[in-house]
């Protein structure tokens, strides 16, 4: 072989060899574990909020970034194993993505970073240390969702003020039940009412609860907020219509299924700042020096339609304050 054709030759399987290197020196994709109680089925807006989140920080699932999801689909007692299962495959952030999971999250791992959303107090549930310097592995983002639970009863109340019985539909599973249970206990009784709990934590269980509620003919039901019950928005609006039940909830998805009332933050907004929170994480920030993100506006959300459906009249008054009517 001629000298020239053997330089060529080494030049051209350098030329095919090369990016076979440079593709092996890439660094691999991280992975970002994201951890549910409920189910995917109700919580696509929430997740599209979280990738929106981890967009304006330059992360796009798929391209650059990895997404591993675990649901619980209810049943609590599954997070632990699932989280185990996130950490086993070393993810580079954990999302912990509600009140369920963030506390297993927390309790098994003190490594990997941990971004929560939660509808309760991060402090009072042992998340963080504080608000502004959170320390260890943890960070995430909170709405008022616990904190307003006493104002949801107080518009049962309004909506319903010839109701002589409040009752709280709840998730016994859930870590601020006993807390959640004890506020609007005090906050029923110092409106001389009588306060009925009932527990739910399976879908069929939630049935029952309205069937057994409806019997209560002057009553208006509180819903507690909980995933379990965030995952199953649509099939709980449409049972406060079908049991004919005055249903308040926390979250607007159940108002707009048929739902009379909710009262709360808003959840989308904490997997938006979630999801940013987690794209600052692997640029390389740490948990311990962001500070948790409180959203503070509230939504009053009345359906008119369903008011009208139950007979109840809302007054000009609570209706001016409303964020939104749904007709």
């Known amino acids: 072989m001629k000298r020239r054709e053997f330089i060529k030759l080494l030049g051209g399987g350098a030329m095919v060899a090369w990016p076979i290197a440079a593709r092996a020196q890439q660094p691999a994709m991280p992975v970002i574990g994201f951890l549910n109680g409920s189910s995917p089925a109700g919580y696509a807006r929430m997740v599209d909020a979280f990738r929106q989140g981890l967009k304006e920080t330059g992360y796009f699932e798929g391209r650059n970034v990895a997404i591993e999801y675990r649901w619980a689909e209810g049943h609590y007692d599954r997070l632990p194993a699932m989280a185990a299962d996130l950490i086993h495959r070393q993810v580079a952030v954990l999302a912990a993505t509600s009140t369920p999971a963030a506390l297993v999250a927390k309790a098994v791992t003190t490594t990997i970073p ?23 592995n943890v960070t995430g983002a909170s709405q008022l969702t616990m904190e307003a639970a006493p104002k949801r009863l107080e518009l049962a109340h309004r909506l319903v003020p010839n109701a002589t019985v409040i009752g709280l539909l709840i998730n016994q599973k ?19 009412l009588s306060f009925k709990v009932l527990h739910a934590s399976t879908e069929a269980e939630i049935d029952q609860a309205f069937t057994a509620f409806s019997q209560t003919r002057a009553g208006v039901l509180v819903v507690g907020a909980d995933t379990l019950f965030a995952g199953y928005a649509a099939q709980l609006g449409a049972l406060s219509i079908r049991t004919s039940v005055p249903a308040i909830f926390d979250f607007q998805p159940f108002v707009e299924n048929g739902g009379l009332a909710s009262y709360g933050g808003s959840i989308i907004d904490t ?6 929170y987690v794209g600052r994480i692997l640029k390389g920030e740490k948990p311990s020096q962001l500070p948790v993100q409180q959203t503070t506006k509230v939504k009053l959300i009345i359906n008119l339609k369903t008011a009208k459906a139950l007979g109840i009249e809302v007054s000009p008054t609570l209706l001016a304050t409303a964020d939104e009517v749904i007709e």
């Not at 941990?114 to 504080?130: E, K, M, Q, Y």
């Not at 997997?271 to 940013?276: D, K, Q, V």
């Open 174 to 192: 859930n870590p601020s039940a006993e807390t959640v249970t004890r506020d609007l206990e005090v906050a029923a009784k110092s409106l001389g």
């Open 271 to 276: 997997y938006l700042l979630a999801g940013g």
């Open 114 to 136: 941990i971004v929560f959303t939660t509808g309760g107090d991060p402090v009072r549930l042992g998340l963080v240390a504080s608000l502004s310097q959170p320390g260890g």
